[in-house]
């Protein structure tokens, strides 16, 4: 029997996400140490001090299956947002809960709507539910259009994202805007707005987002544990929204999505507000640094409401170059910015040591 006969279609034709290079991988590959990855968005002064207590002491009941409703931490989440408990569905990663999403609501044949370049996860959902990817295009600032963006829905529109701030652009749009939209949005649409990078917005009029929720039934807020809390590698998101949505993907989802250490690391996490400042502060002093730096080398930069800049530094070939100097950053060219790479910002020696690497590579091409 040939596998290839029986798969089906829309998964053999998946292009599998493409994940930033792994540090221990560029050190083997080159055979030297001290490489740093700017390339994942990942929290730079490591996990909460508190978080990592909390999950060793997790560790000794790894022989129990963890509580799979998670009830502390979504009772904790809960309070921590000002919703009720029943609202909130954990993933491991917000990306589950993209794949619930569709799961649930996502038929063979329909429509997903979302802008683009956008995250890299909504494509490979869509096609993995034999959906069809209604991709809108940013705007000339690669900001999110959302007038094109409403009128990409057609009645087979089954799901809308909207990512804010926009990943891998960083551009996000405010209250206003958002508000507007989404009073327009037809009923028959799931809207899903992906905030993984909420937390370090700085626009004043940011979206608070979830308190819309309650108005607009069908709609869901996804947040993450990976981006400014430092948990990647525990694997914890989740989803705020409508009751009767989080219901339906409560049903969809593995009765033990998230491990007990993930749990407990990820409650104490939340309390460690301390850490969570000062994430945001190194971050944000590292926008304004590497925005400047990057801007006297003739290098154009865009606004960001994230933790990283898209800059317009050279393609692939800065990508590998820098790879070179042990140094990764995301190369862009799968989402059709040629030219460009996504930073992360990182520590400021780290930022600095971006800096000079690519002052080199100015200085070899001049
Ligand atoms: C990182 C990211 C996520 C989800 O990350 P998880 O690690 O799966 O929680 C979701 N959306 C966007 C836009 C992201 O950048």
Redesign the pocket.
């Known amino acids: 029997m040939a596998l290839e006969q029986i798969v089906k279609p829309e998964i053999a034709a998946l292009e599998p996400y493409q994940p930033g290079k792994p540090i221990e991988e560029l050190e083997r590959e080159l055979g030297i140490e001290g490489a740093i990855k700017l390339a ?2 990942e929290n730079p002064l490591g996990p909460s001090p508190r978080a990592l207590e909390a999950a060793h002491a997790a560790l000794s009941g790894m022989h129990r299956y963890p509580d799979g409703g998670s009830f502390r931490l979504r009772r904790r989440l809960a309070s921590h947002l000002g919703v009720e408990p029943h609202q909130i569905v954990l ?8 794949e619930l999403l569709v799961k649930a609501f996502v038929r063979s044949g329909d429509e997903v709507v979302y802008a683009w370049p ?2 890299a ?1 909504y494509p490979i959902v869509t096609q993995g539910a034999g959906a069809k990817s209604v991709r809108v295009a940013l705007d000339a600032g690669l900001v999110h259009d959302l007038t094109k963006l409403r009128a990409a829905v057609t009645p087979r529109t089954r799901l809308l994202f909207v ?1 804010n ?4 652009t960083g551009t996000s749009v405010g209250a206003g805007e958002l508000d507007a939209f989404v009073k327009a949005l037809p009923s028959h649409v799931v809207l899903a707005i ?4 909420c937390e370090f917005a700085r626009r004043p009029d940011f979206p608070r987002t979830i308190e819309w929720i309650a108005r607009r039934p069908g709609s869901i807020v ?6 400014i809390y430092g948990l ?1 590698g525990l ?3 989740y989803g705020v929204g409508d009751a009767e949505l989080v219901g339906y993907l409560e049903r969809a989802r593995h009765p033990f999505n998230i491990n007990s250490v993930a749990q407990a690391a990820a409650e104490a996490a939340l309390d460690d507000v301390a850490h969570v400042a000062a994430t945001r502060r190194v971050n944000a002093q590292g926008i304004e640094y590497l925005t400047r730096e990057l801007r006297a080398l003739g290098i154009e930069v865009w606004p960001t409401d ?1 933790n990283f800049v898209l800059a317009r530094a050279g393609g692939r070939a800065t990508y590998e170059r820098l790879l070179r100097e042990g140094v990764i950053v995301r190369p862009l060219g799968g989402f059709g910015l040629d030219e460009h790479v996504r930073i992360t910002i990182g520590l400021p020696e780290e930022n600095e040591r971006l800096v000079k690497a690519l002052r080199r590579l100015r200085q070899e091409a001049a």
Do not use: H, Q
């Not at 701030?165 to 891998?168: S, V």
């Not at 992906?194 to 990078?197: I, S």
């Not at 996804?222 to 981006?227: P, Q, Y």
């Open positions: 994942s968005n993933g491991t990663g917000a990306d589950e809960i993209l956008s995250f996860m990512c701030p926009n990943n891998p992906d905030e993984a990078y996804l947040r993450t544990f990976s981006k990647a694997r914890v998101g994230a």
